[in-house]
């Protein structure tokens, strides 16, 4: 760990350090985590995103590994410390939601929180029942309802133990994209109103840009990069901007709105960004995405054109993205930004790192 | 009919069976459990030992009791000095001998029912913050019930039916090792064969009440 | 040299013809007190008369059983007088055939020496915990130890101590074992050569029960036969009754 990384998150943050060897597969992981907010750990089947999860629950047992949450040391197996599971203020959702069959929802909720000393509970359980929006299933055994339910109601269990740490192991992965939507925005609140740190293993690009603050890249056990999320996405020397879907996400505040055409104004750095729809109340804060391949570039800025988002920019650096494409880095006031254009255009444009021009953005999804 | 004498081989093979199954309930569960879940390489043995009754004739396992609890034998000298005399010809020997007859009958029902919940409820039990035992009492129970179920009533049925060990340790005492089996057998052996009627019958009835409880039970139970 | 070949053939076919005829099997139920001595004797017949016994040990009850419900046997060797009799008057036996080839010796019997004394006092004084007999209701030797234990005047003052062995065989092992420090046994059974294979013993008098007569018979299934014949011959000669007598049994 770097002293530079060490001071990152000073005191309040996660620490975390594994190794741990099977046949065919070795986890050799450091990290630093912020205490707040949503860390994705990102990365393909067998990068181990969920043996590193399992670690930081202790049902993983890594040999020479240190973990401290928010100050407080789960594991230092060099002065032979290791806090078991269930000593662990910790919550865990499993890609299914692993309810109690025997047991019926409330009950389901119940058994975690009954084990959790009266005066550690911060989240009550009603709270965690309108949170995910489970009032009418409490009576149900766990036989009788459907995946996205079931996992609410897991969710909803973890919360109910107050966590210090919220783990989630791909909890939409097994629902199909209906549930996964109507899951989403739950995840959003719990974003949003609890001061939870949530940790959170995915796969699909989409969940970490609408979830994710904090970005871990794995690789073969190892952690390629970790950082906020504005930081890591338009990094041309990772794998997340060479995607066919490459995008950046933008936090921004919705500034103004245009009733007549049906226009959201929103401010990021000082600069103006407009989406179509007026879903987002004034003065909220959202985050919006924008694809590489819907971001070109002009030298001049051409207000005749029908692109509706026109920003000054200027390049960072340039990498070939595939044969006849590549892809630019660009800064934007203070965010990052990725184009993706055919390299003809970049040679014939005589696209340069230092250069200043303008960045056409053709689509910008808002993603909460 | 029957007769009395009968009627006490029927009351103290009930007993017996009765007394067998809650032994074997209890040091069958950590047994199994233990079977189900470790790594380690004794699995194999002790898996195997508790399945030797299956294939071993009882009066293999008779005799060998016979002379292990016997006054030469290690489990005898061993009951001698803790003062309880010798086990053989008691109701005491005949519980012995017939937890070991029919030890695999309940673990392996219970191992199976364990190995069945896998990993999964132990470890979401563990982020609830219930410890092992915790965890074992409202999770493992309450999941492997359909197991215990099974394993209970096998236990039972199979002890009822046990016979050759009880031959070769009881020595036949009225109300204290003369069991039903053993009651058929001297009814045949002595031409007495109206009575040994009525309690083979019988017999046969019990099993076959036994066996189809539990198989409806599989049909329709499983939740 | 065509012809002498096939006079030889002739030949062997002939005298194979004249061994079948000569050299049978027959196939005996055997009580399981008898073994040892049956085993025996069974080798002189073969040697003697080409026939072969195949045995079959086992419970008398369990024997007839099997013989009412059509098994095999052609000789029945039983561990009673009763059974063959009972058998006989069920037609199941060949008519005339019964006799009694042994008469069993009962013996009180201790694996430990010093245990049991030249008198059987020891069955007096009790000091005891188990004392083992056969099965009185299925075993002729039970019933002999029964009868014998009611003439000394002890049958009720042990009755707690009696342990019950399904045979003859159990209670030898009840015994042999230790589990029972003594036990009414048969004679045979730790008789060899002429004395005590171990242990200390009393040889319960004769006057303490009603002979111990076990008789043989020729089955149904044995009625046509020579080979049958022939063993319960044997049986009753010279050779057989040597053998008897040397492991224990009167005749």
């Known amino acids: ?368 | 009919m029957m007769s009395a004498a009968d009627l006490a081989a029927i009351r103290l093979t009930l007993e017996l069976a009765a007394v067998t199954t809650a032994i074997l309930l209890v040091i069958g569960t950590p047994v199994a459990w233990w079977l189900a879940r470790t790594r380690s390489a004794f699995r194999g043995a002790v898996g195997a030992v508790v399945a030797l009754p299956l294939v071993l004739p009882p009066t293999v396992i008779g005799f060998y009791l016979l002379l292990l609890m016997g006054p030469h034998g290690p489990v005898g000298q061993f009951t001698q000095a803790l003062g309880l005399g010798l086990l053989p010809f008691s109701f005491a020997g005949l519980v012995v001998g017939s937890v070991f007859y029919s030890l695999p009958f309940v673990v392996q029902p219970l191992q199976q029912a364990f190995e069945a919940i896998g990993e999964r409820p132990l470890e979401v039990a563990a982020t609830l913050r219930a410890g092992a035992l915790d965890t074992f009492f409202s999770v493992v129970l309450p999941l492997a019930r359909p197991g215990f179920v099974t394993a209970a009533v096998l236990g039972f049925a199979h002890t009822v039916g046990e016979f050759g060990v009880v031959l070769m340790i009881g020595g036949n005492i009225p109300e204290k090792t003369r069991v039903v089996s053993v009651q058929i057998y001297d009814h045949v052996e002595a031409l007495e064969y109206a009575q040994a009627h009525w309690l083979s019958a019988g017999m046969v009835v019990f099993s076959f009440l036994v066996l189809f409880l539990l198989h409806s039970r599989k049909r329709g139970g499983v939740r | 040299m065509e012809a002498r070949f096939i006079r030889l053939a002739a030949g062997f076919a002939a005298a194979a013809a004249l061994s079948t005829a000569h050299a049978a099997e027959v196939s005996v139920a055997v009580a399981a007190n008898f073994t040892a001595p049956m085993q025996k004797i069974a080798a002189e017949f073969e040697r003697d008369t080409g026939h072969k016994a195949q045995l079959a040990f086992g419970a008398t009850g369990k024997f007839y059983a099997q013989i009412r419900n059509g098994a095999p046997f052609e000789v029945f060797l039983a561990a009673d007088d009763t059974t063959p009799a009972k058998l006989e008057e069920e037609g199941a036996t060949v008519a005339g055939s019964r006799f009694t080839y042994a008469i069993g010796k009962l013996v009180l019997w201790s694996a430990q020496p010093g245990v049991v004394d030249g008198k059987g006092d020891v069955l007096r004084r009790g000091a005891f915990a188990h004392l083992a007999i056969a099965n009185p209701k299925t075993a002729p030797y039970g019933a002999a130890a029964l009868e014998a234990l009611r003439k000394l005047g002890v049958a009720d003052a042990l009755a707690a101590k009696l342990v019950t062995g399904e045979n003859i065989a159990q209670a030898h092992q009840f015994v042999a074992s230790g589990n029972a420090e003594l036990g009414f046994v048969a004679l045979s059974q730790v008789w060899a050569d002429g004395r005590l294979t171990s242990g200390s013993a009393w040889p319960v008098p004769a006057g303490l029960h009603a002979p111990l007569r076990q008789d043989a018979v020729i089955l149904a299934a044995g009625r046509d036969k020579p080979a049958a014949r022939a063993l319960a011959e044997f049986l009753r000669g010279a050779k057989a009754a040597a053998i008897i007598k040397s492991y224990g049994y009167g005749q």
């Open chain 1, 1 to 368: 760990m770097s002293p530079a990384a060490a001071a990152q998150f000073p005191g309040a943050g996660i620490e975390a350090r594994f190794r741990l060897a099977w046949p065919g597969f070795a986890l050799e992981a450091a990290l630093q985590l912020p205490g707040r907010g949503v860390s994705a750990l990102f990365g393909h089947s067998g990068s181990g995103k969920t043996t590193l999860l399992r670690c930081l629950a202790g049902l993983e047992r890594a040999t020479d590994g240190y973990l401290a949450v928010r100050g407080e040391v789960w594991q230092d197996d060099a002065r032979g410390v290791f806090v078991p599971t269930h000593r662990r203020p910790l919550g865990y959702v499993f890609q299914e939601a692993s309810l109690f069959p025997h047991l019926s929802v409330r009950r389901n909720l119940e058994f975690g929180l009954k084990r959790v000393a009266a005066a550690e509970r911060r989240v009550s359980l009603d709270h965690a029942i309108a949170l995910l929006g489970i009032e009418p299933l409490l009576g149900r055994m766990p036989e009788r309802l459907s995946g996205g339910e079931r996992q609410r109601v897991a969710i909803a269990r973890a919360l109910a133990t107050s966590p210090r740490l919220l783990l989630m192991d791909e909890p939409l992965a097994a629902l199909d994209a209906q549930r996964k939507a109507e899951i989403l925005p739950y995840l959003e609140r719990l974003h949003g109103e609890l001061e939870i740190p949530v940790v959170y293993v995915s796969h699909a690009p989409e969940e970490v840009a609408r979830l994710a603050d904090h970005v871990v890249l794995l690789r073969d056990g190892r952690v390629l990069a970790s950082g906020a999320i504005d930081e890591v996405m338009p990094r041309l020397d990772l794998p997340f901007a060479h995607d066919e879907e490459a995008f950046v996400v933008v936090d921004a505040r919705v500034a103004g709105r245009d009733e007549r055409f049906a226009l959201t104004r929103l401010e990021f750095g000082g600069l103006p960004l407009w989406i179509t729809g007026l879903d987002a109340p004034l003065g909220a804060q959202v985050r919006a995405r924008v694809l590489a391949r819907d971001v070109s570039l002009a030298l001049a800025e051409r207000h005749e054109s029908s692109i509706l988002n026109v920003l000054p920019a200027r390049v960072v650096s340039l990498d070939d993205a595939s044969p006849g494409r590549t892809l630019v880095r660009l800064d934007v006031g203070d965010h990052a930004l990725l184009a993706r254009i055919t390299t003809r255009s970049a040679v014939q444009m005589g696209i340069a790192p230092g250069m200043d021009l303008f960045a056409q953005v053709k689509g910008v999804a808002l993603l909460r």
